[in-house]
């Protein structure tokens, strides 16, 4: 066991009272590793490195226009938030190239910039490094593809790279590749929920002395015809045709969310380690909720019990009293989340909730599916580090079920003691991210 704490199994001799376990409970948080941030790495329709994606999330840049990856004439949603001038060639040979999909190069650019920036590289033992990095859908545009070949050309003519193009372990399995990353090496899919599951489990694995470090954070590609008509004919996208009024959360005119791609990646660092070796340090991850609606595939308890529960739960975590606080919000813009989640976030922190900086950055990226939550954690991140809140744009008409400050329009400054950073997926996966500065009491 890590921790270092006896542990006496239950067994059909002995079972535990409530005192045993509270008392075991109380001695593993004793003993608990501190969990920092040392690096971070983007790929996002804003951006494709950490400086170019803050600059233009602080700035209000919008990074939804019409869809180029395919001809969308004939479909009703025609935007999306697209990656620009990717180069897979800085993270990977050509040959490479042809062998992986486009979900992986993408985590394999974010990561790779988050390792660099870290400098983590060779200061870890391989078995003492891990990778947690998942993806809402996986090889996607793989997937189509060797369909359509199957059905055009017969079943010869699929490739013997489409089964490990596909998988949506395959992002994690690449990057513990490049980096002979040793330790645990998990791909955790909770669908929009997903970067954020990752990062939260990645730092209960650190916390409780499974691994120094791990790579961490999420990927998705799915910016295809068969994806975006799934998401259509299941009423989640907006129809609008005006990209400066398309991803609007929580204004009273929103109607579906944008879809979005790219990747995020945090090199998560445990305290000590991360010190000895002068590590620079952007942030002390403190807390993480994981729970379920259970209610729906799609639609969220409009009640908000679980989802308030992954709030309460990372925001008891951290353990400040502090009302100097950043909300970095799922936000999708459909009509169901937001006003849900804004319960949720009243729910959770009382009136704390009308008192805290709260914004949506799917405003700019649009819906990043499996990456959002990385992404937005880095944004949570730097909000906290540089005491900037960036803004919700295209907001223009307030919603009466939406009644908190969601930073219209244009950023703010504000000395921020938490950052919280909030995901909900599919499926009704809620995961909460609690961020504070190091040495923050």
């Not at 990057?175 to 954020?196: E, H």
């Not at 309460?312 to 989640?341: F, R, V």
Request: charged content about 20%.
């Amino acid at each position: 066991m890590p921790c270092n704490i006896p542990y006496k199994a239950p067994g059909p001799a002995h079972s535990w009272s409530a005192a045993e376990t509270i008392l075991w409970a109380g001695k593993a948080k004793v003993n608990m590793k501190r969990v920092v941030v040392t690096g971070l790495g983007v790929i996002s329709p804003v951006g494709n490195d950490v400086d170019t994606f803050w600059n233009s999330i602080v700035s209000g840049k919008n990074g939804i226009d019409t869809i180029t990856h395919f001809d969308p004439s004939e479909f009703k949603t025609k935007l999306a938030a697209e990656v620009k001038e990717f180069d897979p060639l800085l993270y990977v040979d050509k040959a490479e190239v042809r062998k992986t999909d486009l979900f992986t190069l993408y985590a394999l650019g974010a990561a790779s910039q988050a390792v660099s920036d870290s400098g983590i590289e060779n200061q870890v033992s391989p078995e003492r490094l891990g990778v947690y990095f998942g993806s809402g859908i996986g090889g996607f545009n793989t997937f189509t593809q060797e369909h359509c070949n199957m059905l055009d050309k017969g079943p010869r003519r699929v490739s013997p790279h489409f089964v490990p193009k596909m998988i949506s372990n395959i992002a994690a399995g690449n990057v513990a590749i490049r980096f002979n990353a040793q330790g645990p090496c998990l791909s955790i899919t909770t669908a929009c929920a997903t970067g954020s599951s990752c990062i939260g489990e990645a730092y209960r694995a650190i916390r409780g002395g499974y691994a120094d470090a791990i790579i961490t954070g999420g990927a998705e590609a799915s910016i295809t015809p068969l994806a975006v008509a799934g998401f259509i004919n299941c009423m989640a996208l907006t129809n609008s045709e005006d990209k400066d009024n398309a991803s609007i959360p929580f204004d009273k005119r929103r109607s579906g969310f944008v879809m979005g791609e790219g990747a995020g990646a945090l090199i998560l660092e445990e305290y000590e380690h991360a010190k000895a070796r002068g590590a620079k340090i952007y942030a002390e991850i403190t807390g993480y909720g994981s729970t379920c609606d259970a209610y729906h595939v799609t639609a969220p308890n409009p009640e908000a019990v679980a989802s308030a529960k992954a709030i309460a739960d990372a925001w008891a975590e951290t353990g400040l009293d502090t009302d100097k606080i950043y909300i970095n919000a799922h936000g999708t813009s459909t009509p169901l989340n937001d006003k849900t989640e804004t319960m949720a976030i009243k729910k959770a922190l009382g009136d704390k909730a009308y008192r805290a900086h709260i914004s949506s950055t799917k405003s700019m990226t649009g819906h990043m599916l499996g990456a959002a939550g990385a992404v937005e954690a880095i944004a949570s991140v730097l909000a906290l580090t540089s005491g900037i809140i960036p803004p919700t744009i295209g907001y223009q008409e307030p919603d009466e079920e939406c009644d908190l400050d969601y930073t219209p329009n244009k950023a703010v400054k504000a000395d921020i003691d938490v950052a919280l950073s909030t995901s909900l997926g599919f499926g009704g996966h809620n995961a909460c991210l609690a961020f504070k500065k190091v040495g923050a009491q």
